[in-house]
Each structure stands twice: as structure tokens, then as C-alpha cells.
């Protein structure tokens, strides 16, 4: 699709003027591969991308999220309207359309995550990503697992990583993940990440085992070389890790929770848990990742004592 080489090549931008993320890029083109351009618009039976652009008018567009938040899901939906206006966008920036892509009503967005793990529980799934990769002979799920736990990166920005300073640089101190900005989200995606010596531990023995063939070579690569993508062998294999950690609805994005968590825990404040996590708004980031632990809320009693003390002696 034309929309989607001219993204790559930084000249179809986003809303905001921006390039787009390749991983943004790789959602969009499945969605419009399996959801937008086959959908039959109800007037002509025809493919949404068999039609002409000038055909696609808010009324369709429309059909086509309510039919798809019912068919598929609300998530489909929203990703789809996302994805079909981008397209559009590019039409209209180039002059092959006269309007740009309509205001439709969307479903609302799924309800957020509200699991996150104890320590002990992140520390029985890397047990169990080690004895998995013992099983299998290959090295993946423990060092996927690692860098979940040590940095809350999203699965897509840690599977595009490159070894040495411009991604996962273990010879460093303290060893760090450098997130680029191609790889993310926003420009506040774009990080580094110091990361804990146990876990770059479990990664140095990755990387020993992998032996790459040069620095900046893809931490995570198919055979072929290319990246691995988050489903396939990296879904399966997560799936299998979890169950046999003895654990349920544990994701990539519930250890970005619980990370989040974590750090609230231990008394990282609001602007340094949102820059490690790669957002711009702290406050977001408080609101929608960090679940106070029973841990936390045991300690209110105690520092509400320590307040009233304090007061009482003034």
C-alpha cells in the first residue's frame, strides 16, 4: 500500500507532524490487511478497498466501526478508524481527496488493566522462562521475561532491540536498554533504561549463547534475521511460562503494570516512574500504572500516626 511505504520513508506523517512508529505501522497494516480493506460496504457489496477514496464518506466509514466493534471487538474497531484515517490523511495531504477523514463515534476504549504482579510471583515466571528454555534448547522466553520484568518496556519496543549502546548495552555501568525513538510510541517513549545486575545477567548469557555477529545486531531475530513479531513462538511461548508458573492473565503489558507498581513501591515519584515507563504525563501515568499493593495500604495507619504526632507536638 502506498500509504505505508511513504510512512516508512518518514513522508506520510502522523497528525502531530511526526514520523510514524514502525510498530504503530505494523498494527495498521494488519488491521487494514485483515479488517478495513476486505470489509463490504453494505450499499455496493463491495470491499472497502475497492472502492473509490471519494466513496468513503463518514456514513461508511461509521458502518464499518459499528460493524467491526460487534463482529470483532472495540479495540479492532478503534484500531481500524485509526489506521483507515491515517490512510485518508495521506490521500487528502497529497491532493487525491478534498476533505479530511470525518469525526466518527467510537466505541470506548477496553478498561484497563488493573493486574500486576508481586515480587514473588515475577520471580516464579523467570524461574519458569528459564526451565522452558532449558526444555526447548533455544534461548528466548527467559531473556524476553528478563527485560519485562527489569525495565516495563512495551514487547514491541523490546523486540526490535539492537545489541551495544544504541539498545542493549550489558557492558555498560549499570547495564541499560535504550529504547529509540523509531521504536516507540511518542518522543516520550524514547528512553534509557538502567537495568538490575540479575537480570543482565540472564541476558549476558543470551547473548553468549547467540553470539552476534556484530553490534547492532537484533537482540531477538527469526532465522532469516528479521525480528520476531509479538505473536507467534514469543506468544506461545508466554502463554506456556505462565501456566507453568502456576500464574493467570499474566501479559507482556501486566509487567509494565507491574513495574509501574513496583517502582511507586519503592519510592520512585511520578516524573521518574513516567520517564522510565516512556510517557509524557506523570499524572497518567500514576493513574493508569501503579496499583497501591497491600503492602502500601498497611503503611497508611503508621504514617498517619507519624502526621498526627507531628501536628500534636507543634
Same mark, same amino acid.
Given at each position: 500500500?502506498s500509504f505505508?511505504h $511513504?510512512?516508512?520513508?518518514?513522508t506520510?506523517l502522523? +497528525?502531530?507532524?511526526? *514520523?510514524?512508529?514502525?510498530?504503530?505501522?505494523?498494527g495498521?497494516?494488519?488491521t487494514l +490487511?485483515?479488517?478495513?480493506? %476486505?470489509w %463490504?460496504?453494505p450499499r455496493?457489496g463491495?470491499?472497502?478497498?475497492?472502492?473509490?477514496? #471519494?466513496?468513503?464518506?463518514?456514513r461508511?466509514?461509521q458502518?464499518?466501526?459499528?460493524?467491526?466493534s460487534v463482529d470483532r471487538?472495540n479495540?479492532?474497531?478503534r484500531v481500524?478508524?485509526?489506521?483507515l484515517?491515517?490512510?485518508? $490523511?495521506d490521500l487528502y495531504?497529497?491532493?487525491?481527496?478534498?476533505s479530511?477523514p %470525518?469525526?466518527?463515534l467510537l466505541p470506548?476504549p477496553g478498561?484497563p +488493566?488493573e493486574?500486576?504482579?508481586t515480587?514473588d510471583?515475577?520471580d516464579r515466571?523467570?524461574?519458569?522462562?528459564e526451565?522452558?528454555?532449558?526444555?526447548?534448547g533455544?534461548?528466548l522466553?527467559?531473556?524476553v521475561?528478563? &527485560?519485562?520484568i527489569?525495565?516495563?518496556?512495551?514487547?514491541t519496543?523490546i523486540?526490535?532491540?539492537?545489541? =551495544?549502546p544504541?539498545?542493549?548495552?550489558l #557492558?555498560s555501568?549499570p547495564?541499560r536498554?535504550?529504547?529509540a525513538?523509531?521504536?516507540?510510541?511518542?518522543?516520550?517513549g524514547?528512553?534509557?533504561? %538502567?537495568?538490575e545486575?540479575?537480570?543482565a545477567?540472564?541476558?549476558r =548469557?543470551h547473548? #553468549?549463547r547467540c553470539?552476534?555477529?556484530?553490534?547492532d545486531?537484533l537482540v531477538?531475530?527469526?532465522?532469516d534475521g $528479521?525480528? &520476531? #513479531?509479538?505473536?507467534?513462538r514469543?506468544r506461545?511461548g508466554l502463554d +506456556?511460562?505462565v501456566?507453568?508458573?502456576d500464574l493467570?492473565g499474566?501479559? *507482556?503489558?501486566? &509487567?509494565?503494570?507491574s513495574?509501574?507498581?513496583w517502582l511507586?513501591?519503592?519510592?520512585?515519584?511520578g516524573?521518574?516512574?513516567a520517564?522510565?515507563? =516512556?510517557?509524557?504525563?506523570a499524572?497518567?501515568?500514576i493513574?493508569?500504572y501503579?496499583?497501591?499493593?497491600?503492602a502500601?495500604?498497611a503503611?497508611? *495507619?503508621?504514617a498517619?500516626?507519624?502526621? $498526627?504526632q507531628q501536628?500534636r507536638s507543634?
Amino acid at each position: 500500500m502506498s500509504f505505508l511505504h $511513504r510512512a516508512r520513508r518518514g513522508t506520510a506523517l502522523t +497528525r502531530s507532524r511526526h *514520523p510514524y512508529a514502525l510498530n504503530t505501522l505494523a498494527g495498521y497494516e494488519t488491521t487494514l +490487511r485483515l479488517h478495513v480493506l %476486505p470489509w %463490504p460496504e453494505p450499499r455496493s457489496g463491495l470491499g472497502l478497498g475497492s472502492l473509490p477514496s #471519494d466513496a468513503i464518506d463518514t456514513r461508511t466509514i461509521q458502518n464499518m466501526v459499528d460493524a467491526l466493534s460487534v463482529d470483532r471487538s472495540n479495540e479492532t474497531a478503534r484500531v481500524a478508524y485509526a489506521a483507515l484515517a491515517a490512510v485518508l $490523511r495521506d490521500l487528502y495531504s497529497r491532493g487525491l481527496i478534498e476533505s479530511l477523514p %470525518p469525526r466518527v463515534l467510537l466505541p470506548p476504549p477496553g478498561r484497563p +488493566r488493573e493486574r500486576a504482579l508481586t515480587i514473588d510471583e515475577a520471580d516464579r515466571l523467570l524461574a519458569a522462562a528459564e526451565a522452558d528454555d532449558s526444555r526447548t534448547g533455544r534461548s528466548l522466553m527467559a531473556p524476553v521475561v528478563a &527485560l519485562l520484568i527489569a525495565t516495563g518496556a512495551r514487547i514491541t519496543e523490546i523486540l526490535r532491540l539492537v545489541w =551495544g549502546p544504541a539498545g542493549l548495552d550489558l #557492558d555498560s555501568q549499570p547495564p541499560r536498554v535504550a529504547i529509540a525513538r523509531a521504536t516507540t510510541k511518542s518522543e516520550a517513549g524514547a528512553r534509557v533504561i %538502567p537495568i538490575e545486575d540479575a537480570y543482565a545477567d540472564v541476558l549476558r =548469557g543470551h547473548r #553468549d549463547r547467540c553470539a552476534p555477529a556484530a553490534e547492532d545486531a537484533l537482540v531477538f531475530a527469526r532465522e532469516d534475521g $528479521r525480528p &520476531l #513479531d509479538r505473536g507467534g513462538r514469543v506468544r506461545s511461548g508466554l502463554d +506456556r511460562v505462565v501456566k507453568h508458573a502456576d500464574l493467570e492473565g499474566v501479559s *507482556p503489558h501486566v &509487567l509494565r503494570h507491574s513495574q509501574g507498581t513496583w517502582l511507586a513501591s519503592a519510592g520512585v515519584q511520578g516524573p521518574a516512574l513516567a520517564a522510565r515507563l =516512556g510517557h509524557a504525563d506523570a499524572a497518567f501515568t500514576i493513574r493508569r500504572y501503579v496499583k497501591p499493593t497491600d503492602a502500601d495500604l498497611a503503611k497508611a *495507619p503508621d504514617a498517619l500516626q507519624r502526621l $498526627r504526632q507531628q501536628h500534636r507536638s507543634t
